[in-house]
């Protein structure tokens, strides 16, 4: 005890947080960037195998047509994911942005939505989309005679609408609050200048609104951008990456490189240029919102 | 919240045949936006109580008898969401009571003092947050093997307490941050130790903010998904786990599923509406400037 | 029975030196002000008499003990902070029971000695409730009753008075004044406010960018300046300071204007003269002539305010006196009553 004095306070406060975040976030990080660089096939041996330098990420980059595949899949994934949400998290929020009882029940429920566990989001899509009593099936197929027959989740355009669909259901309420938040900062007193000034209401939003409106966006897009590379409970649970690979995002090739084909050092790789991704669009985040 | 620039709050108004077009498209949007949020609750709730007759097929989507049976199954073998249940609660629960004096303590080392490096360690801290489960799991993995703590509800916590800190963390310290220096400085010239005046003073008027940093973190954990099924098998299951195992060879379960469901995020919903100024509140305040 | 002394106290934040070699001796009992503008350095100088800052250079000493390495807990002293410091979880009561709760005093003792600190300032009513309850002036006695609840060795008060509105402010003034004499403590007093420096201090000491400028009675400080800077501070309204050149019996102001004054020497000086040494007189006896700026109303007396260059030098008359704007006046020093200041340094010339 008498040693505590010694060492500054400070110090004391942040040890067991700091302990925890270098046991558990940077050593695994480090073992995961050393194992990328080495060959282990688990269902050959206990123990990992050869060190092959560059080889897995050569491969990876060149040779593997299922992770350029999940490349792709996942840039489809993550542009229309974040597109979407944006779009509907601003117009939500636009629209919900006045006084009102309907209005402020909508704002209650707004929060539902992200609290429930994102496995269970895709299970209920799913279970929403089955062929036979699907209830949202059901009423595209009313809406849309001519899609009454098709199996949503057997044909992969279709899989991909509904994994992002899933997900936009899953973070957009939350985005709009962050939205709704961001209009609420803006000073009423702007956008009544310019009604003063003779602005009809799209020239307010466009001229005023909007440009003030730019960081907020800004954060929601970077951070929607790095959920949706990270997303991998719903894409589990709903469409288990198919049919065939077409909804496989880089998070699920590693996943199903590791531990279904338990090729470790080759998903570690894997699992690496997707961090490499993260890590700079976060960079962005981080960027916008410490700007001191 | 604001109301920008209604004009309905003004007394004898009387709107345009245009604007009152808009006011009604309006309504209707919010309409369709609440449906759109609600259904899919709404339905998986309506589902836990159909006899699985009722679920497959859509003629009796709203018409049905229901039945309690599906709730009571999904307690008995050998789904056994019981033992998942308290699985589910004991690693929330011990991540939430470990991270909470872990992110406080750290948070008030961030808020209130100056050092090298501050900057930098923090940004780690935080950064921490947008690591991929993909590439940590696999260490993970290895690491409880070794240590044979594979399918441990110990190993669920730790893990879960790596991912809630960088959160709970940056939320609490945005609370402290809002505390005035000078009532520690009164504290202190009062006499109080430095520990006092953390426990005694600064503690409770943040309390708000860890108490929301507590929900949160619970929510992350309750719902945790990949972790657990990597690292559960047998003993250390957690609702989601459960979750999937209607998933059977003969096919989906639906209604037991969905029953199960609506175990897992009744509570969660809840907690949130109660909670719901404040949880929002902090949740957008590192957003937005 | 405590004496302070600050022994080349010197305080840097970064690169920004904020308090500059300042030695000061506060006897025991003694009410000392620091008096001067935002920046000065008066409140950074009061916390390391606290401990909540740490001197760069110099010691800190209580009767002559070395306090600088004790850290403020032990130090024994007591503050009341300009936004109170109140805690928002605690009752008054409660707050007020604070220092003594972390002295282990015993409960019994405590709520006698809690009840006594409230009487004191008329906070007996209000002891159950909280801090957000309360008006502005209702918790600076909160904060007054905790500071004084036990009895410190040093009394500190950072602006207890600039959140007031006037008519409190003047009412809780008097309320300090009385309680520092009742309880006999050192205290250290810290404003901008000159009124609260003139009416509360034993001594003042004005400061201005980290150096004491003058340290002394506030009578001394008022009649005798020893910058202008200090002339300009103190007295309300402040001493009028009119730049002028000295050339044998005569002054050269701005814009033309002669003064039939002689000077202590020549050269670029500053003039200064208290609008109540001042006085309206016949054209031909005066010192100089202007044209009325505006003239006010100010109940016991009328201002008459000329402009001089860029200079507004104001003169106290009586309060039936009615004047015109624009109106031409004649205006008589009192040669008795005349400071004279080196331009350049601001120094005081003593004739």
Known sequence: MVVLRRIPVHWLLLAPALFFVAAMALFPLGYSFLLSFREWKLARSVTPGDWVGLENYWYLLTDDPDFLEAVKVTSVFVVSNVGVTLLVALGAALLLHRAGRINTFARVLLILPFVMSPALVGISFRFFLNGEYGIVHHLIGLAFPSMVNTIWLADSTLSMVAVIAADVWHWAPYMTLVMLGGLASIPKETEEAARVDGASAWAVFRDVTLPQLLPVISVVLVLKTVFALKAFDIIYTLSNGGPGRSTQTLAYFVYETAFNYYNMGYAAAAAYILTAVLLVTSGFYLRLVFKK | MTASLSTAAMPGYQASAGERTVNWVRQLAVMVLIGAILLPIAWIFLTAFKTPRDVYSISSALWFTPTFENMLTVFREPWNLGSKVVNSLAVAGGTVLLAMPMATMAAYAFSRFDFRFKQTIFLIVIASQFIPAAVVVLPYFLMFKEAGMLDTRTALVLVNLSIVLPYAVWMIKGFIDAVPMEIEESAMVDGAPRSRVIWEIVVPTALPGIITAAVFSFTLTWNEFLFALIIGKQHALTLPIGLIGFRTERGDLWELMAAGGVLITAPMFLISLLVQKQFVGSLTAGSVR | ?351
């Not at chain 3, 760069?56 to 070395?66: H, P």
């Not at chain 3, 003047?170 to 205290?187: F, G, M, N, S, Y």
């Not at chain 3, 006010?296 to 006196?321: F, R, S, Y």
């Not at chain 3, 704007?325 to 009192?334: N, Y």
Request: proline share 5%; aromatic share 6%; charged share 25%.
């Open chain 3, 1 to 351: 029975m405590t004496v302070i002394s600050l022994s080349h106290i010197d305080k840097s934040f970064g690169p920004v030196r904020i308090v500059k070699d300042l030695n000061l001796d506060i006897a025991d009992q003694e009410f000392l002000v620091f008096l001067g503008p935002s920046g000065c350095g008066k409140t950074t100088t009061m916390r390391m008499v606290a401990g909540l800052e740490h001197p760069t250079l110099g010691e800190v000493a209580f009767d002559g003990k070395r306090m600088n390495e004790v850290p403020t807990q032990g130090r024994d002293v007591a503050m009341v902070f300009q936004n109170y410091g109140l805690y928002p979880h605690m009752s008054v009561a409660q707050n007020i029971a604070y220092p003594l709760k972390l002295r282990g005093v015993a409960p019994g003792e405590r709520d006698r000695l809690v009840a006594k600190a409230a009487e004191r300032v008329e906070l007996g009513p209000f002891l159950k409730r909280m801090p957000r309850e309360l008006s502005g002036g209702q918790r600076q006695r909160v904060a007054l009753a905790r500071s004084i609840v036990r009895t410190p060795r040093v009394f500190l008060m950072d602006e207890p008075l600039s959140n007031l509105d006037a008519k409190l402010r003047v009412l809780a003034r008097a309320q300090i004044k009385h309680l520092a004499e009742d309880l006999k403590v050192t205290t250290i007093y810290v404003t901008h406010d000159q009124v609260e420096a003139m009416t509360l201090a034993h001594r003042v000491a004005v400061m201005k960018d980290g150096v004491i400028r003058q340290l002394g009675a506030p009578e001394d400080i008022y009649n005798d300046p020893a910058d202008s800077f200090v002339a300009g501070f103190i007295g309300s309204p402040a001493m009028n300071l009119l730049p002028v050149e000295a050339r044998g019996s005569m002054l050269q102001a701005a814009g033309g204007m002669q003064i039939r004054l002689p000077a202590p020497r020549d050269g670029e000086l500053t003039l200064g003269a208290r609008a109540e040494d001042m006085r309206l007189g016949n054209l031909d006896e005066a010192h100089f002539q202007a044209d009325v700026f505006t003239f006010e109303l100010l109940g016991d007396c009328t201002m008459a305010t000329v402009m001089i260059g860029h200079t507004l030098v104001a003169i106290k008359a009586q309060k039936d006196l009615r004047l015109r704007s624009a109106e031409r006046i004649g205006v008589c020093f009192d040669p008795q009553r005349l400071y004279w200041f080196d331009r350049a340094t601001g120094a005081r010339i003593r004739a």
